[in-house]
């Protein structure tokens, strides 16, 4: 019993591990994965109390208040609503027990503490997040980029002078190109789904 207060005094208890993919079916985030979807886990850490279950849509983060209740809330976070930022990766000290990987979800962090002697897997899903945080930032440039010169295009329009009758058809037709250039935009530039840069980093 003295082990177990002394691991949790000294914040060893709930030190996560990766848990490899032949045994993701056994973990309780795999029941909350929408494979139905196409949905596909990428990677997992488990810790005591904790799950974080990164897919290639969202992490899934399954709670636990305690390591010694059963009782669990679960939180999603898709990657298309909540941009992940701030992704740091802190190796151990000498006497440390664990590596610690940082992130930022929309405005929510997140740390989780590994064993350092999977430092190495840990450096993939390091990779992969910078990589997503990366391309989700150039992507919001370029889709504001556009919608200040689609603003531009309609006012200079606006203060164009012209009938009023050829003002009203070229608006029209100015906001009919501006709603399908923005779906198209979206689909390119609002990702959800980050498989491939899941595969690149991670099964590679």
């Known amino acids: 019993m003295f082990k177990?207060?002394?691991?949790?005094?000294?914040?060893?208890?709930d030190i996560g591990k990766i848990i490899d993919p032949q045994d993701y079916d056994k973990t309780d985030a795999d029941d909350y994965v929408?494979?139905?979807d196409d949905e596909q886990i990428y990677f997992l850490i488990k810790t005591k109390m904790d799950e974080y279950c990164f897919t290639n849509v969202a992490l899934i983060h399954v709670d636990g208040e305690k390591a010694t209740s059963s009782k669990r809330t679960l939180r999603r976070y898709p990657y298309?609503?909540?941009?992940?930022?701030?992704?740091?990766l802190e190796t151990a000290g000498t006497i440390d027990?664990?590596?610690?990987?940082?992130?930022?979800?929309?405005?929510?962090?997140?740390t989780?503490?590994?064993?350092?002697?999977?430092?190495?897997?840990?450096?993939?899903?390091y990779k992969a997040l910078l990589f997503i945080s990366e391309q989700t930032h150039e992507n919001s440039i370029i889709l504001n980029k556009a919608e200040q010169s689609l603003d531009k295009a309609a006012t200079i329009l606006h203060n164009s002078r012209t009938s009023e009758a050829n003002t009203a058809d070229q608006y029209k037709a100015l906001t009919e190109?501006?709603?399908e250039w923005f779906k198209n935009a979206r689909e390119q530039y609002h990702e959800k789904d980050f498989g491939a840069i899941f595969?690149?980093?991670?099964?590679?």
């Open 34 to 36: 929408r494979h139905e």
């Open 97 to 110: 027990m664990d590596i610690e990987i940082k992130f930022t979800l929309g405005n929510i962090p997140i």
């Open 80 to 88: 298309s609503q909540y941009t992940i930022s701030d992704v740091l």
């Open 4 to 13: 177990k207060f002394a691991s949790d005094a000294l914040g060893l208890s």
């Open 177 to 179: 190109f501006s709603f």
């Open 199 to 204: 595969e690149k980093y991670i099964n590679n």
């Open 112 to 125: 989780i503490d590994v064993q350092k002697d999977q430092i190495d897997r840990l450096k993939d899903l």
